[in-house]
């Protein structure tokens, strides 16, 4: 009898261990993030310059902030194994991600440990090469040009207006064919602002499709959309090789 439970468990365990090794992705989130809204979260201390900001400004427009794996019943699925990460390998994009996909936290760094994060959790869950992955990411974010789908329907940054989160969810469901989520953050009044947008995207990271799961988020009756500008972000002093930088991780 003993020994059937025994068998019984270890049949299970091996069983489970096999869904973990085997663990598999069914769509992304491609988050986009708003660095008006994150240099006004009450919740972080302000944004800085990325050290590469003197060779690499940024535009005012969304950021990346990653693709995530998830599976159709709103799991994350992460480090499915543990490929390692190569800033070299990104040499062909590393101009793109220094624009598009740095870090603006404080205090200030150049973005490569925020790609190592991206690619070790999610990246390696993917089925695609490092470069391939950050690739697909920074076209998708392209193709997709939130800043314009927004504009197209009214909505512009700005410290006065505020925006129905509904009415921003339907803007953008008429461009881009599907529901998407958004995130709000708090500024420092305690109002309610868009902090993140979260679009789903089919196993290619290529195309958007309608979400499997929505992310649940509350953004209130009305949020802030607002004015972003790269005087926001504060200076740091140290200077900065984009030859260097690369070569040196
Ligand atoms: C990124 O992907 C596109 C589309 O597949 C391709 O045309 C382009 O060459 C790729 N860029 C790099 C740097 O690999
Ligand atoms: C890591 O896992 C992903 C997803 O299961 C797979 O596509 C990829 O080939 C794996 N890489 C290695 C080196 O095992």
């Known amino acids: 009898?003993?020994?059937?439970?025994?068998f019984a468990l270890l049949l299970s365990l091996?069983?489970?261990?096999?869904?973990?090794a085997s663990a598999d992705f069914d769509f992304y989130y491609l988050v986009l993030e708003w660095p008006g809204s994150y240099c006004k979260d009450s919740s972080v201390g302000g944004c800085c310059k990325p050290t590469t900001f003197d060779a690499y400004p940024l535009d005012a427009d969304f950021l990346v902030k990653g693709l995530y794996t998830y599976s159709s019943s709103g799991q994350p699925v992460t480090k499915c194994n543990t490929t390692k990460f190569y800033?070299?390998?990104l040499a062909s994009l590393i101009g793109e991600l220094y624009v598009h996909w740095p870090s603006i936290?404080?205090?200030?760094?150049?973005?490569?440990?925020?790609?190592?994060?991206?690619?070790?959790?999610?990246?390696?869950?993917?089925?695609?090469s490092e470069k391939d992955y950050f690739n697909s990411t920074l076209l998708l974010r392209k193709k997709i040009n939130m800043l314009s789908v927004l504009k197209w329907k009214g909505i512009v940054p700005s410290n006065i207006l505020m925006y129905s989160p509904t009415y921003v969810k339907t803007a953008i469901r008429l461009a881009l064919g599907a529901d998407v989520g958004?995130?709000?953050s708090?500024?420092?009044?305690?109002?309610?602002?868009?902090?993140e947008i979260y679009v789903c995207v089919d196993k290619t990271a290529s195309k958007v499709i309608k979400c499997p799961v929505l992310p649940k988020?509350?953004?209130?009756?009305?949020?802030?959309?607002?004015?972003?500008?790269n005087s926001m972000l504060k200076s740091t002093?140290?200077?900065?090789?984009p030859l260097q930088m690369v070569t040196s991780q």
């Open 186 to 195: 708090k500024n420092k009044f305690g109002a309610f602002q868009i902090d």
């Open 217 to 229: 988020f509350s953004c209130g009756l009305a949020a802030y959309f607002p004015y972003y500008s």
């Open 1 to 6: 009898m003993a020994r059937h439970i025994a």
């Open 105 to 128: 936290q404080c205090p200030s760094d150049n973005g490569v440990s925020l790609w190592r994060d991206a690619w070790t959790n999610y990246g390696v869950c993917s089925g695609l």
């Open 14 to 20: 091996l069983v489970c261990g096999q869904n973990i």
């Open 87 to 89: 800033v070299n390998a």
């Open 182 to 184: 958004i995130k709000c």
């Open 237 to 241: 002093s140290s200077s900065f090789d």
